[in-house]
């Protein structure tokens, strides 16, 4: 993939977690913005952070992204086993002229 | 609200095409655009294409120029997509995702996706 997420990460109820996305000069580097999504198991993805650190309206406040330089992070507190699924980073990339995804980064509630 | 509903679930043969439909409600179909996002089975989410209707505008994923067509009809609200030359690593989870229309940098709506299995 284009922008690069770890496999997975893993958490105890309550804990904090981060999920990072490494891109390139030519899509986050470039100015271009991240947005998040999150795929819980057997469902379409569904828009979780847009605009680098911007929630749409449903999406609780535990859900927070931040962006610098080439790359972005999604933080979850007060982690729940209802955030159990797969988490995609996304931007869009100039040299490409295209959308580009992160490999997805499979979140476990311990 | 918005919601994309899909088309169902196809099986093709190699070599055979498909076209997936995506059905538009309770939104404004003209102000936005529609990409088209595939997911292989136990993998990441890839990017087609999109149609950017009111922009008069069809980009296409380099890998697959020639073998997709991305097309809107605006009368009935419905996008579609035909991939054409299936090969059996085409079998995926093919979704349509609407275009946020401020800048068309992401997708704030999806489809809930059509399996389409390519076998012999």
């Known amino acids: 993939s284009v922008l690069t997420q770890p496999p997975s990460v893993s958490g105890a109820p309550g804990q904090r977690v981060t999920i990072s996305c490494t891109g390139s000069?030519?899509?986050?580097?470039?100015?271009?913005?991240v947005h998040w999504y999150l795929q819980l198991p057997g469902t379409a993805p569904k828009l979780l952070i847009y605009?680098?650190?911007n929630r749409p309206s449903g999406v609780p406040d535990r859900f927070s992204g931040s962006k610098s330089g080439t790359s972005a992070s999604l933080a979850i507190t007060g982690l729940q086993a209802e955030d159990e699924g797969d988490y995609y980073c996304?931007?869009?990339?100039?040299?490409?002229?295209?959308?580009?995804f992160g490999g997805g980064t499979k979140l476990t509630v311990l | 609200q918005v919601q994309m509903v899909q088309s169902g679930a196809e099986v093709k043969k190699p070599g055979s095409s498909v076209k997936v439909s995506c059905k538009a409600a309770?939104?404004?179909?003209?102000?936005?655009?529609f990409s088209w996002v595939r997911q292989a089975p136990g993998q990441g989410l890839e990017w087609m294409g999109r149609?950017?209707?009111?922009?008069?505008?069809?980009n296409f994923a380099q890998k697959f120029q020639g073998r997709v067509t991305i097309t809107a009809d605006e009368s009935t609200s419905t996008a579609y997509m035909e991939l054409s030359s299936l090969r059996s690593d085409d079998t995926a989870m093919y979704y349509c995702?609407?275009?946020?229309?401020?800048?068309?940098?992401?997708?704030?709506?999806w489809g809930q996706g059509a399996l389409v299995t390519v076998s012999s």
């Open positions: 605009g680098n650190n």
């Open positions: 309770g939104g404004s179909f003209n102000n936005y655009g």
């Open positions: 000069s030519s899509n986050i580097g470039a100015g271009y913005d």
């Open positions: 995702a609407r275009l946020h229309n401020s800048g068309w940098l992401f997708f704030d709506s």
């Open positions: 149609i950017i209707p009111i922009l008069d505008v069809k």
């Open positions: 996304q931007s869009y990339d100039s040299s490409l002229s295209e959308y580009v």
